[in-house]
């Protein structure tokens, strides 16, 4: 079942500075998420990835409430939360939750950590009395000492921070964690500690995740579907397995290929995307991954091409997706 | 044959405060060829960064060394006068740090910056620095480079800024290049754009590169030997190729089994090393892994392992590999 469905989902920064729209007398913006469609099911994993600047966390800010969208439709469970103007629906807040990208800055350093992880029942259930029974099952849950509830956040690792973060995200029991970044930064025994935190969580209480994130080796163990992003819009999205198998959008296809791995003899091909990220100021007619394609042609610097289901069973966003050939 | 651009040999660190003393460094040997790129892999807390400090001479009040080494194209940097110092960061050795928004200045625009490190070179004109900044920028990948020179740090992203952060560590054509985590906050495409640039300056300029990461797609990527660090001592070093295909110590091998992109098919139950790391203010006697070790003996508690050579430019520090070799 349908649990999260985005359309056409659109975020604008106004450009700031002195000469900004002194010359048309507009206000001019910057799209840095434009028209974002996608559907996510009750209890599974969709990955979203692509480079930094893709807009990846501005759109999870925005199914947040925590950055307006200019234009554009969210239903969660049947129910369009957000109103025409200000903050969501409560009840939409209270069942949709975010682990932060920075776990300790995101933890308030003046407050204990059974005081941060609690925090979201004096929000949203203020008949609960036993707090202290509360923090002491979320701590467990986690996997961290019951004892760490009186703990600061300065006197934690950053592993166990992105715990205390995780048992805040999970404290009332949400259908829907984002999980902005939820182990950048971390050692990779940590990281499997974390992500095996999280799918053992989904599979007990079937929530489900939107997984934000860079690390495409997490994507492919994690997630039940992938999504690309490349500036603002989704180039590809479809099941992991089938989007790193046989990648139709060529930034999709870059981007796997330029996966690091640790295993000797394997090249990564970094060669095969060349070029700058184009400015956001001065997004690109047409497609905007056309600069540094390698199989752009005259149409796709012309016109944006329009999502299309490809050979694989992934919508792509490209005029000529890669063909499969039976050799590779 | 020139000495190594860097020669570390026995270093201990010791950081002292109101707590115990933690013994952050202990022994640590390593050295850096001319050209060479080292990689130094190891988990947080592992000693890293403070070893990056260390041969930067950065390191925090409270913090001293107590036994060994640095040298720096011979010199020993330990000893050096702190005018002496100076005058090597930046043009001698240079250091990008792990976090660009704490490195750089907020409340400066990056050009002006930029500029500002170039000020010991009084035959360049205003202009000049700014095309040399220009053309740093440019170098790293950044769009727009003309207009970036009077934006500030928070207005561009995090991949943005480290960037940035090694525009500015190029600007002066340093012959050692620390680069502490630097691409632990980028994409993909743009870490293989990093580390191809990295290799880049190594062949134009002949620059030797520390790349210190906890990223092992990285190590593999770019680094000629590497340096695996646990819980302040080497534990094993010799050629990448080595250390990531036939690792003998059993913490590089839990590290490896570890990493997920090594994991072909996908799992939700990944593998992680059990147990936690040792306490620095009292290190165990013995070995410093045998705690989570799978394959400790008794005298891996009690005896700590010597360094022994298993292959050309290969050593661990393991009491099992010396078994074998027996």
């Not at chain 1, 029991?173 to 950048?184: F, H, S, W």
């Not at chain 2, 990689?39 to 060394?65: D, F, H, N, P, Y």
Request: charged share 20%.
């Amino acid at each position: 079942m349908t649990l999260l469905s985005v359309r056409d989902l659109t975020v604008s920064y106004p450009v700031r500075g002195p000469l900004a729209g002194w010359w048309t007398g507009q206000k001019r913006f910057v799209d840095v998420v434009c028209g974002i469609s996608l559907d996510l099911a009750e209890g599974t994993t969709l990955a979203i990835a692509g480079e930094s600047g893709s807009g990846k966390s501005t759109f999870a800010r925005a199914l947040m409430g925590l950055t307006p969208f200019r234009s554009g439709s969210l239903i969660f469970d049947g129910k369009a939360p957000f109103p025409a103007r200000g903050r969501p629906a409560r009840a939409y807040l209270h069942q949709v939750s975010m682990m932060f990208q920075d776990p300790v800055a995101s933890l308030s350093p003046r407050r204990t950590i059974g005081a941060l992880i609690t925090e979201p029942f004096r929000i949203h259930r203020p008949d609960l009395r036993n707090l202290e029974a509360e923090a002491k099952r979320l701590l467990v849950l986690v996997g961290l000492p019951a004892d760490f509830a009186q703990r600061y956040p300065h006197q934690i690792s950053g592993g166990q921070a992105r715990r205390v973060g995780l048992a805040r995200a999970v404290a009332l029991n949400p259908r829907l964690v984002i999980a902005d970044e939820p182990t950048a930064g971390l050692d990779v025994s940590v990281q499997g500690e974390i992500l095996n935190l999280m799918a053992r969580l989904q599979a007990e209480q079937s929530v489900a995740f939107l997984m934000i994130t860079h690390n495409l080796a997490v994507v492919r163990h994690m997630s039940d579907r992938t999504a690309i992003m490349y500036m603002g819009r989704i180039v590809e999205e479809g099941p992991t397995d089938r989007v790193f198998a046989s990648p139709a959008h060529p930034y999709a296809a870059a981007l796997i290929a330029a996966e690091p791995s640790s295993l000797p003899g394997h090249h990564r091909h970094s060669a095969a995307l060349k070029g700058e990220v184009s400015s956001p100021l001065h997004r690109p007619d047409g497609c905007a991954f056309h600069p540094r394609c390698p199989a752009a042609r005259p149409l796709c610097s012309a016109t944006a091409p329009l999502p299309q289901v490809s050979a694989s069973g992934a919508l792509v966003s490209c005029h000529f997706p890669l063909q499969r050939t039976p050799d590779q | 044959m020139n000495p190594p651009v860097l020669d570390i040999s026995g270093l201990s660190i010791r950081f002292s405060g109101r707590t115990d003393p933690v013994l952050a460094l202990r022994e640590v040997g390593l050295s850096v060829q001319a050209g060479e790129i080292v990689g130094i892999v190891g988990e947080s807390g592992s000693g890293k960064s403070t070893l990056a400090l260390a041969v930067m001479r950065l390191l925090a009040t409270g913090a001293s060394v107590t036994a060994g080494s640095v040298r720096f194209e011979g010199k020993d940097i330990l000893a050096l006068p702190e005018a002496d110092m100076r005058k090597l960061r930046g043009a001698g050795m240079a250091m990008v740090f792990q976090d660009p928004m704490t490195a750089l200045n907020p409340v400066l625009p990056i050009g002006t910056q930029m500029m500002d490190v170039l000020f010991r070179d009084p035959a360049l004109s205003r202009a000049d620095k700014r095309a040399r900044a220009v053309a740093a920028l440019k170098r790293v990948g950044l769009p727009d480079a003309e207009q970036q020179l009077g934006r500030y740090l928070f207005q561009f992203s995090g991949g943005m800024r480290q960037r940035i952060a090694i525009a500015m560590a190029l600007l002066q054509r340093p012959r050692l290049l620390i680069a502490d985590e630097i691409t632990t906050a980028l994409d993909v495409t743009l870490e293989a754009q990093i580390l191809d640039l990295l290799r880049d300056l190594r062949d134009e300029i002949g620059c030797s590169i520390l790349f210190i990461s906890h990223n092992l797609g990285a190590i593999a990527a770019i680094c000629d030997r590497t340096v695996v660090l646990y819980a302040g001592e080497v534990i094993e070093a010799g050629p990448t190729a080595k250390i990531l295909g036939a690792a003998r110590h059993p913490y590089t091998k839990a590290l490896l089994a570890c990493d997920p992109s090594r994991i072909e098919i996908p799992t939700r139950n990944l593998p992680v090393i059990p147990g936690e790391v040792p306490d620095l203010s009292a290190p165990p006697k013995g070995c410093i892994f045998a705690a989570r070790c799978p394959a400790a003996l008794s005298r891996c508690v009690t005896h700590r392992p010597v360094k022994s050579l298993v292959g050309r430019d290969h050593s661990v520090r393991c009491h099992l590999i010396e078994g074998a070799a027996e």
